[in-house]
């Protein structure tokens, strides 16, 4: 018999009263990723690494990977980390239809299905599963029913436990997965507008939706599973868009933070966490949403480290005839503008406004650029350029002065490497505080 899972200790836990949580990286970025091991290993802690179901699918997603591939290439950081593997939480986002919305239900929810079971056979225990988005044959008139949501994701939740059912065939040691479900989902990657008021999601709607999940879940007796639906996607306020971040109001989402009492088994996952204030995602953590999503802030935290060391390159290799320079945020932007499909749908404007947008928009877009072989040629110098050196303290405090406050304190290594991983910590750190009982 395998243990029980850590998150749902994790919910006992919240639920008995402490103010704990988890906070939940959801990247494909070795920098990012490798930061998160490297910081988890300080505090000998669980790292929650989640793929979202564009980024890794059976096709391969934007990535190129599936999900067994992500799961490898998630092991092969960690054994360069030297971070054990049993520390380590794989989850699956977004799970369902969402690469599919243009097709006909039953072709979208097949490709679903099949998608979900590659997660599921490849060792990831955290299944997000989301049915909220209409299909190409849904009424376009009104909402899509949340009864239709429930029935999609119970469907979902049959095949993830089939899968598990011949997982478990070889490896008796295997854990139980775990599901979060919902009818309230943001969008992957943040808001494509910027409304000015962002609906909290109501107590009455929440509670409708708990009982509808888990009355589809009995049609498909699935009442072992529903045992190991451990939190629901709410929408308590937070969003962030091009320009905007649509800070965590306690008082707006107190009625909704109350009705959870009613059930002891659940908390609330928050999606869209990114760019909140670390004391906002604290008030979070103690209201019951003990799973905080980031993926956005984490590549905008890489990408402001990354153009703050070509700014130093830029400057130490100005007049030198044998050094190469990256021109790395060149590069970038000449990658983000010839391909636009990634972006084209999050920025608007004038020209000016959009070539802004694509370097410092809050709804970070680079991620997707990153792995394109000139932008990553481009990568690799700057970090090599920069490796030739001793990166001065004058230039650390100019372009990165939390990682030379760190440094004179003998808390950070001058390296490039290091550096750039501490600036993506920064990040992780508001998130450490949050979830961490006591932590200041």
């Known amino acids: 018999m395998s243990s029980k899972h850590p998150l749902k200790l994790l919910v006992e836990r919240q639920k008995n009263g402490q103010a704990c949580g988890i906070y939940s990286l959801c990247s494909a970025n070795e920098y990012v990723i490798t930061a998160a091991m490297e910081r988890a290993l300080a505090d000998k802690d669980y790292v929650l690494i989640e793929a979202t179901a564009n980024q890794v699918n059976q096709f391969g997603g934007y990535t190129g990977m599936r999900p067994a591939d992500f799961r490898d ?8 980390a030297g971070f054990p593997y049993d520390k380590i939480l794989l989850g699956g986002d977004h799970l369902g239809p969402l690469t599919w919305q243009a097709e006909i239900a039953e072709t979208a929810l097949e490709k679903s299905r ?49 899968a ?53 879940f009995q049609q498909y007796r699935l009442e072992n599973a529903w045992e190991n639906v451990i939190a629901v996607v709410v929408q308590p306020g937070v969003e962030f868009g091009d320009e905007c971040i649509h800070a965590y109001e306690r008082p707006a989402a107190g ?7 009613k059930y002891p088994g659940l908390v609330f996952e928050g999606h869209s966490t990114d760019y909140q204030t670390a004391r906002a995602l604290k008030e979070m953590v103690e209201d ?25 390159e830029a400057e130490l290799f100005r007049f030198s005839a044998e050094v190469e320079q990256s021109r790395f945020m060149e590069a970038l932007d000449s990658c983000m503008a010839y391909h636009p499909e990634n972006w084209l749908q999050h920025y608007r404007g ?36 920069l490796q030739l050196v001793d990166i001065p303290l004058t230039l650390l405090s100019q372009f990165m002065p939390v990682q030379y406050k760190k440094v004179r304190d003998g808390l950070l290594q001058p390296d490039v490497q290091s550096l750039l991983k501490d600036r993506i910590i920064n990040c992780i750190d508001d998130y450490l505080y949050a979830v961490k009982p006591g932590r200041s």
């Open 73 to 80: 290439f998630v092991y092969s950081l960690a054994l360069k």
């Open 350 to 385: 004038r020209p000016g406004e959009i070539r802004y947008a694509r370097k410092f928009s809050f709804s970070d877009r680079c991620r997707y650029y990153l792995p394109a072989m000139e932008v990553k040629m481009a990568l690799d110098r700057l970090m090599k350029n």
């Open 164 to 216: 598990f059912t011949q997982m478990r065939q070889m490896n008796p040691e295997a854990l139980s997965p775990v599901y979060v479900v919902g009818s309230e989902v943001p969008i992957p990657g943040g808001s494509r507008d910027s409304e000015e008021y962002i609906h909290v999601t109501e107590a009455a709607d929440f509670e409708r939706m708990v009982e509808t999940f888990k009355h589809a």
């Open 255 to 261: 009625r909704l933070s109350r009705s959870l009492q």
């Open 114 to 162: 099949e998608l979900i079971r590659q997660y599921v056979l490849a060792g990831f225990t955290k299944i997000h599963i989301d049915t909220s988005m209409k299909l190409a044959d849904d009424s376009p008139d009104g909402p899509l029913e949340t009864a239709i949501i429930a029935a999609r994701g119970a469907m979902l939740a049959r095949e993830a436990e089939l």
């Open 288 to 312: 019951g949403i003990a799973i905080l999503k980031v993926g956005p802030a984490l590549t905008f935290a890489l990408r402001e480290g990354l153009f703050a060391l070509s700014h130093m």
